[in-house]
Every structure is written in structure tokens, then in C-alpha cells.
């Protein structure tokens, strides 16, 4: 299995542009995350899927913040406009049911707000 | 207000010694840890976790030591090697809920060979 895929792995835009991040969960997974890490806040879940509906979204910094799932193979994360604030690294995850504990990660999409 | 705290950043150990990494948390509700390591430019890999029920759970040359009554667990690594070197993640959940883990910020750990 090629695991938990996301691109890009690096993003550099501009203050007020739109972002779309991309992941594509392991096949067979229910669930599928996104969370943010910087270095004050750490990581920090943004919002998860359980069989591509849309559980708990607290975590979603603002409006700007927006995900999908349209399919049990595809996940964006969009920012738009974006900010300097949204530097991060954003990483998806995926994990296989409710009765299992284990989350996998994939490598994280860098993005920079200039 | 962080749930899961690791107050060492950093920690440099000599190889084929032991690594202690520390974790604390606060909320009380939670009752299954978990420890992720993660590798430059790379997401977090579950490494070993605990459940409330248990006060040390072994995987290897990895151990995990909880201690409920101080709201604080301990991962144990011996001997350490250099491709320990990683940052470590603590990380807690609700038992009947997996979804929302919450992280530490992590633990740099250096293996020095």
C-alpha cells in the first residue's frame, strides 16, 4: 500500500490567494483527518471524516478554512484567502475504523503564506 | 490551555543508553495514550500506545509506563540507537472516541552515537 498520500509537499503563495491541499487516504480507511502543526500551537486537529461525511470541524481556525470529501478516496483542504498566520505544516491522516486506535499519517504538505 | 504536555523540547542521550521521554496531561477523561514518532519531513508513525487499564505496556526495546494517579506517562527506550533520533509525540484520547486525539508538542530526542 502506498499509504497516505497528500500534495503538494511544498506550497509558496502569496497573501490572499486561494490554497487547495490535497490527500488521498489509504483504500479501505473510514476515517480521514487534517491537522495543522506550527510550532506555538503544535498539532492540532483541524477536522475529520468518518465514511466521507464531515464529523467535527471545531477545529477549523475561521471561515477562510474549508474541506471536502467527496469520495472515499479524496480529501481537499482549501484556504482561501489565505495569510501569513496559515504557514504551516498541514498532514492528513487516515485511519481504518472506530475500533482502531492508529492513525497514519502522510508526509504533510509545507505551505507558506508570504 | 494544552491537554498534553512535554516540557522537554529536547533530550540528548548517549547511544545504548536509556531515553526517558516524559508526558503529562490534565483532562482526567482521558483514558488511552499514545506515542507517535516522527522523522524529518515525514507525517507522525505510531509507535506504542497504553490504555488506562494498564500501568506499562512493552513492544521491544519500547515501554510506555502510566501512571494515572499523577496524570503522567513515560516512554522508556533501551538501548538507544541513532536512528532513534526523532521528534516524539505524546498523545491522549477518550477510550470510547479514538477521533480526537490530542497531541503534545513533542520531544526532540537526540541519540548520540
Known amino acids: 500500500d502506498a499509504g497516505v498520500i497528500q500534495s503538494p509537499r511544498h506550497e509558496v503563495t502569496e497573501m490572499g490567494q486561494e490554497v487547495t491541499l490535497r490527500c488521498k487516504p489509504i483504500s479501505g480507511h473510514d476515517y480521514l483527518f487534517w491537522y495543522r502543526q506550527t510550532m506555538m500551537r503544535g498539532l492540532e486537529l483541524l477536522i475529520y471524516f468518518n465514511n466521507n461525511v464531515p464529523i467535527d470541524d471545531s477545529g477549523m481556525p475561521e471561515d477562510r478554512f474549508s474541506a471536502k470529501m467527496p469520495n472515499a478516496s479524496f480529501s481537499t483542504l482549501k484556504i482561501q484567502p489565505s495569510e501569513p498566520r496559515d504557514s504551516a505544516v498541514y498532514f492528513c491522516?487516515?485511519?481504518?475504523?472506530?475500533?482502531?486506535?492508529?492513525?497514519?499519517f502522510g508526509p504533510g504538505t509545507r505551505l507558506l503564506v508570504l | 490551555d494544552q491537554q498534553v504536555k512535554q516540557n522537554s523540547p529536547s533530550l540528548s542521550v548517549q547511544e545504548g543508553r536509556i531515553s526517558i521521554l516524559n508526558c503529562d496531561y490534565t483532562?482526567?477523561?482521558?483514558?488511552?495514550f499514545l506515542w507517535y514518532k516522527k522523522y524529518p519531513a515525514e507525517g507522525p508513525t505510531f509507535l506504542i500506545s497504553i490504555s488506562s487499564i494498564k500501568d506499562k505496556n512493552e513492544d521491544g526495546r519500547f515501554t510506555v509506563f502510566l501512571n494515572k494517579s499523577a496524570k503522567h506517562l513515560s516512554l522508556h527506550i533501551v538501548p538507544s540507537q541513532p536512528g532513534d533520533s526523532a521528534v516524539y509525540f505524546c498523545?491522549?484520547?477518550?477510550?470510547?472516541?479514538?477521533?480526537?486525539?490530542?497531541f503534545g508538542p513533542g520531544t526532540s530526542l537526540s541519540v548520540i552515537p
Open positions: 483532562n482526567s477523561m482521558f483514558d488511552y
Open positions: 498523545a491522549a484520547s477518550e477510550e470510547t472516541s479514538y477521533d480526537k486525539v490530542i
Open positions: 491522516a487516515s485511519r481504518r475504523d472506530r475500533n482502531t486506535e492508529t492513525q497514519y
